[in-house]
Each structure stands twice: as structure tokens, then as C-alpha cells.
DNA sequence: TATAATGTTTGAAC
DNA sequence: AGTTCAAACATTAT
């Protein structure tokens, strides 16, 4: 369900919770749940689509996956994977994938490969782009090692933003092309987390889920494309391919 | 009502 | 042994 400026808003949403105990667990997860208990919440971040619970010595790792959602401070109609009461309210998550990290999520996470992020690092991406010339754009913005937190809505839309076809080669894109992909692949991020929060996102698709090219006024092709095979809609006159 | 979709990990098969 | 790919997970709008 969400790309990484929906779990930037959640990390909005969740932020009163820092400093608070954790004073009840349930849910229907198989991790050790109960470890949680009486503990302390020291912070609250993510990493792209990674929501993070921090405690003094371990974190709980939240994925939403495709079809994971959550409520704060109400309850859903249905079993919750994993929930966290503190004494000024509860954080429910239901059908996502929980897991603890030991490690020092300094160790763990390259915070700079977050698009959303304050640490978020437009060379190093270019550096990694590099690595991959012969990638996909449609498979290189998926790659979360590199646009932690960018989804398929976000890649349809930069990809349509840039006038890039998604089936160029990384390699034979341009310098100015790779440099508006990395650029728009965060800024449009921004601007769907803006969207999002006026529960307006989808007013604002130009090509996702569109059947008609707003510029061109054709039909816009909808495929499924590269190694990741998840759905592609993309106009052959206005977009380019470089191969 | 069947289908497909804002996603990732795992492990079998090649 | 490295790569590829299907399966698994699980919800909901159309």
C-alpha cells in the first residue's frame, strides 16, 4: 500500500509516541512481541518504506508490503498483525511484515539512499546508476538500494515527468536525463507527500492508471516491464527511449 | 465475482 | 555457483 512518503506521514502521525512505554501488546504476529513490553520508545524513523520503532537495544522493522495498512489511535475491523498501546494512545498495524533488528540501524540502512530523506544523496545515486548501465529506468527507480522508498506510482509518474521511456537503458540515458531522473525521483516524492496528506494524490496522476496522454492527447501504453514486471504506463510519442 | 494491484523475501529450478 | 522465477504472504477496489 504505501511508498515512502506515506510512511513519512505515519512517522508524522506516530512522533507523540516518543519518550512513551509501551504498556500493552497483542496481535497475531509469530515474532516475540512480548519483548516489546514495559520498554521505552527512544525514536521514530524510517527508511523508504521501512517504518522503525526504536528501543533502547533493538527496533521493530515495519513493511507494509503490497496490501499492509495502519491506524493510529483507532481500530481497524479486522485482526491487527501487531499492536502497541501507551498511555496517550495505540499504533495498530494490520497484514505487513514485523520484524526486530538487533543491529545498529547505522549499520543497517545507507540513510542517504532515501529519497525522503534530509541525508539523501544525489551523487551517490548517480554513483550507484553508474554500477548498473545496463538496467532498466523502469527497474532502477524500484531499486530500493538505491531510490529507497520510490513505488510504482512515483516511478510511473517521474518517468512520465522526465519524458523518459521506461524501458531505456540507465546507461544510455543522457547526463541531463540522469540527472532529472534522480532529481525528480525525489522531488516528485515530495510532491506526493504533499498530495497525500490533502488526500489528493490521485487528482494529481498524470500517467498512472491514465489510459490517455495528457500531452499528446493519444492512448497512453500500458505494460508490464522489466525485472520487476509491475505495471508500466507510458506514451511512445513523448517519452523518449535511449538504448 | 474474479481480477489485479502503491511489494518483498524465499527457495526451488535451471 | 550464479541467475531466474514462481510461490508465498494477504486486502480491497473495480
Not at 516491464?225 to 523518449?240: A, D, I, M, Y
Request: charged share 25%.
Amino acid at each position: 500500500m504505501p511508498e515512502g512518503p506515506t510512511i513519512v506521514i505515519l512517522k508524522d502521525e506516530t512522533l507523540q509516541f516518543v519518550g512513551k512505554k509501551v504498556l500493552r501488546v497483542s496481535g497475531n504476529t509469530k515474532i516475540e512481541k512480548e519483548r516489546m513490553l514495559n520498554q521505552q520508545i527512544v525514536a521514530i524513523k524510517s527508511w523508504g518504506k521501512h517504518f522503525l520503532v526504536c528501543f533502547k537495544t533493538f527496533t521493530l522493522k515495519v513493511h507494509f508490503m503490497l496490501f499492509g495498512s495502519y491506524r493510529v489511535n483507532e481500530k481497524k475491523d479486522a485482526p491487527p498483525r501487531l499492536s502497541l498501546e501507551m498511555s496517550n494512545g495505540e499504533l495498530n498495524f494490520y497484514s505487513c511484515s514485523v520484524k526486530f533488528i538487533e543491529e545498529d540501524l547505522d549499520t543497517v540502512y545507507d540513510w542517504s539512499a532515501d529519497v525522503m530523506s534530509d541525508m539523501w544523496d544525489p551523487k551517490k545515486a548517480k554513483q550507484a546508476l553508474k554500477q548498473v548501465p545496463d538496467m532498466l529506468v523502469c527497474d532502477a527507480l524500484l531499486t530500493q538500494s538505491i531510490f529507497a522508498g520510490v513505488g510504482n506510482i512515483i516511478k510511473n509518474e517521474v518517468l512520465f515527468r522526465i519524458r523518459v521511456h521506461p524501458l531505456s537503458r540507465v546507461g544510455a540515458l543522457p547526463v541531463k536525463q540522469l540527472n532529472m531522473l534522480i532529481n525528480e525521483a525525489r522531488n516528485y516524492s515530495f510532491d506526493f507527500l504533499e498530495w497525500k496528506r490533502k488526500y489528493e494524490l490521485k487528482k494529481h496522476w498524470l500517467a498512472h492508471t491514465k489510459s490517455i496522454c495528457p500531452r499528446c492527447n493519444i492512448p497512453f501504453t500500458r505494460k508490464h516491464l522489466g525485472k520487476t514486471n509491475r505495471r508500466s504506463f507510458f506514451c511512445n510519442n513523448c517519452q523518449v527511449l535511449y538504448e
